[in-house]
């Protein structure tokens, strides 16, 4: 079963995650998105779901640093209420963008996707 490693901090959407792909993938819940590489080592996610509760500049800093250092980097979804989630996304270096609030069936069909293309 593929893994996803999510960086979310709210604790009810954590949950929900869980809920609505558990057929499908393990969901892990990131400590730190500073620690990112450690943690993708740890759990060897197929995907990394990333809320975009860091600043966007830390967030581009954390992602860059990330792909310096993983030669065949995991995709990486930046999880966004903002309007301008695609910018955003685009900015910070993440792979595509999921906007809150989602489809449960959308938000199903795009992580199978996605993780495909990280395994």
């Not at 869980?18 to 499908?24: A, N």
């Not at 993938?25 to 975009?52: H, R, S, Y």
């Amino acid at each position: 079963m593929s893994v996803i490693l999510v960086y979310e901090d709210d604790l009810h959407l954590q949950e929900l995650l869980v809920q609505v792909v558990r057929k499908e993938f393990t969901v892990c819940i990131g400590k730190d998105p500073q620690q990112m590489q450690e943690e993708v080592n740890e759990v060897g996610p197929a995907l990394i779901l990333l809320d975009n509760m860091m600043e966007a500049d830390v967030a581009k800093e954390v992602l860059a640093d990330y792909r310096a250092e993983t030669p065949s980097p995991i995709p990486v979804v930046l999880f966004t209420a903002h309007a301008n989630g695609a910018s955003i996304a685009e900015y910070i270096g993440a792979d595509d963008y999921i906007a809150k609030p989602f489809q449960l069936l959308d938000l199903r069909k795009k992580l199978r996707e996605l993780a495909k293309k990280g395994q």
